[in-house]
């Protein structure tokens, strides 16, 4: 097995994957100000509680959108593992035909993920991933990443609309008893997941329009769990999307 790292705004997402299945999946926040021996710890108690030793791992790799933290990172699992970790960026095989303006712009994250989706589903392919931002990524029937789209992400919106409206209180991101809510609370908890699922059935309606076929819908990151079961198009829910395209860029590079 391999450790999987995905470095994000608010959430590093931690994993030990290998061919067969993924063995854990953990979330860590990100802090900017930990040093490398406090990630070390962290990622050995993870290690720990799940009962998996160094010995257990051949390898690992990373990829970040956070760049200040992702030598950091790399070292201190460095420390933990004693092996090199990789970090998907410049001089890494991904085999991704990229089609933007600027391919180096792609976050690594995005890569990993689109390595994945086109190993495992249909294409034409779309792929959502809920964290900070949502990003959704388009892959056509030809392997090609050709686009997509960023928007705010769901606790963003919803952070946004607290911190602006001053009769708003912060709410947690609970399903709404109904779809009409019949006072505050229940309101905003339908405006924000009712919403964005309608915000995703939207995005895929209009993606299908223009490239003229129908597409396969994948929803990865922390918060997707929470809108997908209110789309009304069919959405698969992979959890471990990231985690699975790290090994694949792993094994394309370990030689």
């Known amino acids: 097995m391999i450790l999987a790292i995905d470095i994000g705004n608010t959430n590093i997402v931690i994993g030990c994957v290998d061919e067969k299945k993924t063995y854990f999946i953990e979330r860590l926040a990100t802090v900017k100000t930990k040093t490398e021996l406090e990630y070390a710890i962290d990622i050995k108690v993870v290690l720990e509680l799940y009962g998996i030793s160094r010995e257990d791992i051949k390898g690992g790799i990373i990829c970040s959108v956070v760049p200040q933290i992702t030598s950091i990172v790399r070292l201190a699992a460095e420390k933990v593992l004693r092996r090199q970790i990789l970090v ?6 991904t085999g991704l035909n990229i089609l ?7 976050g690594s994250d995005l890569v990993a993920g689109a390595v994945a989706g086109i190993n495992e589903y249909p294409l034409p392919l779309i792929i959502l991933d ?11 029937e030809k392997k090609n990443y050709i686009g997509g789209m960023i928007l705010p992400g769901v606790m963003v919106s919803l952070n946004s609309l607290t911190a602006h409206a001053a009769q708003l ?12 809510g019949k006072n505050t609370i229940d309101c905003m908890k339908s405006g924000i997941i009712n919403g964005n ?7 895929i309606d209009r993606i299908e329009e223009e490239i003229g076929k129908k597409a ?4 990865t ?6 809108i997908v079961p209110y789309c009304r198009r069919k959405v698969i829910l992979d959890d471990n999307l990231l985690l699975k395209g790290l090994l694949i860029i792993y094994n394309k590079n370990k030689g």
Do not use: F, H, Y
């Not at 998907?88 to 095989?93: A, F, L, S, W």
């Not at 912060?170 to 779809?179: C, D, T, Y």
């Not at 396969?216 to 929803?219: G, R």
């Not at 990151?221 to 929470?226: D, E």
């Open 100 to 106: 933007m303006d600027n391919p180096a712009q792609l």
């Open 169 to 180: 209180q912060g709410i947690s991101l609970e399903p709404p008893r109904q779809m009409i």
């Open 221 to 226: 990151g922390g918060l997707a769990k929470a």
């Open 197 to 203: 699922a309608a915000v995703v059935d939207g995005m």
């Open 88 to 93: 998907v960026g410049p001089g890494i095989k």
């Open 216 to 219: 396969t819908a994948v929803a």
């Open 130 to 140: 809920m964290g900070t931002a949502t990003t959704i990524c388009v892959i056509d």
